[in-house]
């Protein structure tokens, strides 16, 4: 693959998450192919109420790589903490989850942008951190990890969610038969920093690791147009500049090289639910 990783190269990323619109649009395409798999913010939550000594009684939740606020929202509408704080890189993606907030009115819930590796809080002031979808992002996740276990009060809990490395492997086949990069599969897992197979040893770096769970998620899409929504702005794959960022010419080429039918893919997507190392309370 020529250039870094994208998801660990700093100049990537303000193209990657300096617009909410560019995360909302292929979100929502991976949502609406989404076949089997639970929802991740209700699985975090029932993690939580599983796993915690008292999730009726929670003080301060913080949410890393918050992005949009789904996970931050779900978690402020289900465990009715006293607090919860969600905290993300990109101005862009803070300030829509500001936005979808403000139509929630009552929840207990803030936004703060920052660096996951110097977290904003005090030691032990945390009940629970989520760190879903985020540490892929870090070349040193081992050192948010120790961040999130410096964060996490005496009896708290980290939940951290990633992904398999080969994930969406038949969408990588499909984009190198198409010749849209004909390098396709040859390319580094963007989850190369914290996947399926590192992510519980990462965590007991730092915390107790209490529970692993694996679960696959299954997507279909309907067929090029809906596909080409997803892979417009996915930063793996190495697009012609008339193609990336472009949706209806990114189906046009699809059309034109291969037969028009509906994709399945799949994702394992893994949950760490580790304690801090500071005791019960």
Do not use: W
């Not at 897992?189 to 998620?217: F, I, K, Q, R």
């Amino acid at each position: 693959m020529s250039g870094a990783n994208p998801f660990l190269d700093p100049a990537r990323q303000e193209e990657l998450y300096g617009r909410a619109s560019r995360l909302a649009g292929r979100s929502n395409a991976l949502m609406r192919a989404k076949t089997t798999g639970r929802p991740v913010p209700d699985t975090i939550v029932g993690l939580v109420r599983a796993h915690h000594e008292r999730p009726d009684r929670l003080g301060l939740v913080l949410d890393l790589g918050c992005g949009r606020g789904t996970s931050s929202l779900t978690c402020a509408q289900e465990l009715r903490p006293r607090r919860v704080v969600g905290f993300d890189a990109a101005p862009a993606l803070i300030e829509q989850a500001l936005q979808r907030a403000r139509r929630m009115p009552g929840l207990p819930v803030s936004f703060l942008q920052g660096d996951f590796h110097h977290l904003p809080v005090a030691a032990g002031s945390c009940d629970v951190v989520v760190a879903a979808f985020c540490l892929y992002h870090s070349p040193r996740p081992q050192t948010v990890v120790a961040e999130i276990g410096r964060a996490l009060a005496p009896g708290g809990l980290a939940v951290l969610v990633t992904k398999r490395l080969d994930s969406y492997r038949e969408m990588d086949q499909l984009v190198a038969a198409a010749g849209l990069d004909p390098r396709a599969e040859e390319h580094e897992s963007l989850y190369v920093s914290a996947h399926s197979g590192n992510l519980a040893g990462l965590a007991a770096v730092s915390l107790d690791v209490l529970a692993v769970e694996d679960e696959e998620h299954s997507f279909t899409f309907d067929g090029h147009d809906h596909l080409a929504e997803y892979l417009a702005t996915n930063p793996k794959y190495e697009l012609a500049p008339g193609l990336y960022g472009n949706p209806g010419a990114l189906a046009a080429t699809l059309h034109e090289f291969v037969p028009d039918r509906p994709l399945t893919t799949q994702s394992l997507v893994t949950f760490v639910v580790a304690r801090s190392r500071g005791g019960r309370p």
